[in-house]
């Protein structure tokens, strides 16, 4: 997510009111995950593990729990609850605005578009042209939807990142703050719910078909021409490169990678990333030919043990 308007250190740390390491006039220009930061971005880091990560990344501002040293060209905002302040920020820089009508005046819809009845346009949607939504889709603020894109009923576009962090008292959430993108020529079918990104953009690419009762996790993105069917289950963060073929009710875990052309059969279970141009299935997703001389491995266990009790 990046600001309207470039920040500086010093104006950050006031919002949070916390301290700071680095140049009071350091330049800040937006906050995003870790997995899409880039320079000029603020990310939040608050267990030790996670240390140099953030502070090796590409993120220039560094909001973390402890004094650390500060690398060189960046800067630290030190914070007794870095995840806390990360959705303070959110709040400040992208508030909720409560929906005042059914279409939003503050959207945009394109020429040749048709817009069924009961349909949810939140503020600063931007829809194309030539695209038809049908009843009770609903598409929540700053959604942005290409030309030639069908959308079916029930279909949610932009729903909270299902992101939280396990306190001793409570499940403390993240706060969305990202949109979900849709590129043109896309069909959506129904009862599909597609999450926006925590601090970027949840991405469904040019030409893609997604069939009924698809979950799209937050922050991920899906590429050109993916084919997926009904009932598939997938995580945040995750990249699904193009011409995918996804059958129903896969399950897919987070922050893995899809290689381009990867068919991935129904039923399959997705633990880690797979390549591209190879066929999978079974739980845990791997090759075919692989798991087909596991089961056929597996078929002959009755006869060996029968041959050992004899040897016996």
């Not at 905002?77 to 820089?93: A, C, G, R, V, W």
């Not at 030539?130 to 029930?154: A, E």
């Amino acid at each position: 997510m990046k600001f309207t308007a470039e920040q500086t250190l010093s104006k950050i740390a006031n919002i949070l009111d916390c301290d700071f390491i680095g140049d009071a006039e350091f330049p800040v220009l937006g906050m995003n995950e870790i997995h899409v930061v880039d320079q000029g971005d603020i990310v939040f880091v608050d267990h030790p593990k996670y240390y140099d990560k953030a502070l090796e990344s590409k993120a220039t501002t560094i909001l973390i729990n402890k004094e650390v040293n500060c690398p060189p060209g960046k800067a630290l905002l030190i914070s007794e609850d870095p995840f806390k302040d990360f959705n303070k920020l959110t709040h400040h820089f992208n508030p909720f605005i409560a929906a005042t009508a059914v279409i939003s005046a503050s959207s945009e819809i394109g020429e040749n578009t048709i817009i069924q009845p009961n349909v949810f346009v939140g503020n600063h949607v931007k829809i194309g042209e030539n695209c038809l939504i049908h009843s009770n889709v609903c598409l929540y603020d700053h959604t942005i939807v290409g030309d030639n894109v069908t959308i079916h009923s029930g279909t949610i576009l932009g729903a909270d990142a299902f992101y939280y962090k396990n306190r001793p008292e409570k499940f403390d959430k993240l706060v969305s703050g990202g949109n979900v993108v849709i590129h043109n020529n896309v069909d959506i079918g129904a009862l599909c719910t597609i999450d926006r990104g925590v601090s970027a953009s949840t991405i469904i690419g040019e030409g893609s078909k997604i069939d009924n009762q698809v979950h799209v996790g937050h922050d991920t993105v899906i590429g050109k021409r993916c084919l997926i069917a009904s009932q598939v289950g997938i995580s945040g963060c995750v990249i699904i490169e193009d011409f995918v073929t996804i059958w129903g009710q896969v399950g897919i875990t987070s922050g893995i990678t899809i290689g381009q052309k990867a068919v991935i059969s129904a039923q399959s279970g997705v633990s880690k990333s797979l390549e591209g141009h190879k066929s999978y299935f079974g739980t845990p997703a791997d090759d075919f030919r692989k798991k087909y001389k596991e089961i056929a491995s597996i078929k002959l266990i009755p006869e060996i043990l029968k041959k050992l009790d004899k040897i016996k």
